[in-house]
């Protein structure tokens, strides 16, 4: 089992900044694959950035270019804590956010779809104009 343990959100003014971080816990060796979903009120859930853990570091991706250049996602990987530095947010930024964890082998465009093996709680960000 895996548990995913996220924090950071709150509520800031557009422009502003925050800095998400998820925990990761238990069978960490499993789960190569962390990343951030969100889901806006009234929408579907969709993915915004992840990261390939491997033995000395991490690689990233990210699902689109509405938040390539103003978020980044990154890792500690001795702490198995995963980050997402929101800059320059806007409103149609605000939404819960999700950390999430999977086992697959390969990335095959993991933040497009909105499945994972295992999701934290969620944690609200609010932007306001």
Same mark, same amino acid.
């Given at each position: 089992? =895996?548990?995913?343990? /996220?924090?950071?959100?709150?509520?800031? /003014? &557009?422009?502003?900044?925050?800095?998400?971080?998820?925990?990761?816990?238990?069978?960490?060796?499993? +789960?190569?694959?962390? !990343?951030?979903?969100?889901?806006?009120?009234?929408?579907?859930?969709?993915? =915004? &950035? &992840? +990261?390939?853990?491997? @033995?000395?570091?991490? @690689?990233?991706?990210?699902?689109?270019?509405? +938040?390539?250049?103003?978020?980044?996602?990154?890792? $500690?990987?001795?702490?198995?804590?995963?980050?997402?530095?929101?800059?320059?947010?806007?409103?149609?930024?605000? @939404?819960?956010?999700?950390?999430? @964890?999977?086992?697959?082998?390969?990335? $095959?465009?993991?933040?497009?779809?909105?499945? &994972? $093996?295992?999701?934290?709680? !969620?944690?609200? =960000?609010? =932007?306001?104009?």
């Amino acid at each position: 089992q =895996v548990q995913l343990v /996220e924090s950071g959100g709150g509520s800031v /003014e &557009a422009g502003g900044s925050l800095r998400l971080s998820c925990v990761v816990s238990g069978d960490t060796e499993r +789960v190569r694959y962390r !990343g951030w979903f969100r889901q806006a009120p009234g929408a579907e859930r969709e993915g =915004v &950035a &992840a +990261v390939y853990t491997y @033995a000395s570091g991490y @690689a990233t991706f990210y699902a689109d270019d509405s +938040v390539k250049g103003r978020f980044t996602v990154s890792q $500690d990987n001795a702490k198995n804590t995963l980050y997402l530095q929101m800059n320059i947010l806007k409103p149609e930024d605000t @939404a819960i956010y999700y950390c999430a @964890a999977d086992g697959r082998l390969r990335y $095959d465009g993991w933040l497009t779809g909105r499945s &994972a $093996d295992y999701w934290g709680h !969620g944690t609200q =960000v609010t =932007v306001s104009s």
